[in-house]
């Protein structure tokens, strides 16, 4: 009975703090709970003889996903946490009902289950080198010697694709896009200096992040394109930039007035575009 | 002692991690705890794995969690990457705001 005991016992930190970690509003609570969460697991671990396991939980789980969370957290500003009201709605409480559907559905699969029966009788017997680590090893490096590589292989394309994403939004970070219509350019895309990127809008035909457009030389049925796909944009942190956006349009490409005061309409500000500067 | 614990008792406490997991993925608009509540299914699971490597005497169950544990590390790495990157880019970690690819 005692084993029982402390199995509730550490049952019931486990639960609160899974609870914990959903209900919570400071996210780094919400990763404190976690953590003791992955450190009662680590407890189960040991109670079932599988001390190998029970480490490497504390070591991976611990000591590397939460510090990683800590850690993004700590980057983007630890006040992300969301009010009480935007997560206890209707909506919520509906699929709340539907987590407890779940599960009931796993509990009485468990409570049914033959396994149930046949395995207490088991429970007796300790066998002496189950769960070490030599026995672990042993099955790893024979068995599943293959499977074990693959793991391998994925840790080394995780790294590769994590640092590809780092270096990727660094050098993103500082350019500038802009949108710009030109007829007599052939070309997809310009990189005047690493900081800049001019992007053929006649060729391309669709929305994409540009922080200003440029009309060189265009038709008036093709501004009344572009004006119209920004128009009908759903993304609402582009709708929320267009209004500040600067238009600059070559004083050579004829354009009807109806169309600059779309333009006027659509962006912040549209202006006479007075050198042609990178383009030429 | 520790032999004493029925199996029913691990799976039932895991399918309670799991199903608080499942819920918190549902409820929360927040990226950072939904990858925490993936987390937490996840090692729901691998309780469920152990206990019954424990139970059936077969450490297949324990190689089974050693490969979770390190495609969780991976995924969570690749996750965290993507929100950051994500974040420069949207200025939110709602995950409302992140339907760009929803046509």
């Excluded at chain 1, 796993?106 to 680590?133: L, P, R, S």
Aim: charged share 15%.
């Amino acid at each position: 009975m005692p084993g029982q005991i402390f199995f509730l016992i550490v049952a019931a930190i486990s639960v609160i703090s899974a609870l914990g970690v959903i209900f919570n509003r400071n996210v780094v609570h919400s990763a404190l709970f976690l953590l003791l969460n992955f450190g009662t697991l680590a407890v189960f671990y040991f109670m079932l003889n599988a001390q190998f396991l029970g480490v490497a939980q504390i070591l991976v789980y611990a000591g590397a996903i939460v510090v990683l969370f800590l850690f993004v957290v700590m980057l983007l500003g630890a006040d992300l946490g969301e009010s009480v009201d935007t997560w206890l709605n209707s909506r919520n409480l509906l699929l709340i009902a539907l987590g407890l559907v779940l599960l009931t559905v796993v509990g009485t699969a468990v409570f049914e289950n033959t396994i149930f029966g046949a395995a207490d009788e088991t429970t007796m017997e300790v066998v002496e080198e189950f769960g070490q680590t030599q026995v672990i090893a042993a099955s790893l490096f024979t068995d599943y010697l293959l499977p074990f590589q693959l793991v391998a292989v994925l840790l080394s394309v995780g790294v590769v694709g994590v640092v590809w994403l780092a270096q990727h939004q660094q050098r993103q970070r500082f350019r500038r896009i802009i949108a710009v219509l030109d007829s007599t350019w052939a070309e997809e895309t310009q990189r005047p200096n690493p900081d800049l990127l001019r992007v053929n809008w006649l060729r391309r035909k669709a929305l994409f992040d540009f922080d200003q457009v440029e009309i060189i030389q265009a038709t008036d049925h093709q501004v009344e394109e572009l004006v119209t796909m920004v128009e009908n944009d759903t993304d609402s942190w582009r709708r929320s930039r267009y209004r500040q956006m600067r238009c600059l349009v070559d004083p050579d490409c004829k354009l009807s007035e109806d169309t600059v005061r779309m333009l006027r309409h659509t962006f912040g500000e549209v202006k006479n575009l007075v050198h042609k500067g990178v383009m030429a | 002692m520790i032999g004493q614990v029925p199996l029913s008792y691990y799976l039932l406490l895991s399918a309670i991690l799991f199903a608080i997991g499942a819920g918190g993925v549902l409820i929360r608009r927040n990226v950072i705890i939904v990858l925490m509540c993936v987390e937490m299914m996840m090692n729901a699971v691998n309780l469920t794995f152990i206990a019954f490597s424990r139970y059936l005497d077969s450490t297949t169950g324990q190689i089974f969690v050693f490969m979770i544990m390190a495609v969780a590390a991976v995924e969570v790495a690749v996750g965290l990457a993507l929100l950051v990157e994500l974040n420069r880019h949207k200025d939110s970690v709602n995950i409302n705001d992140f339907n760009s690819l929803k046509g």
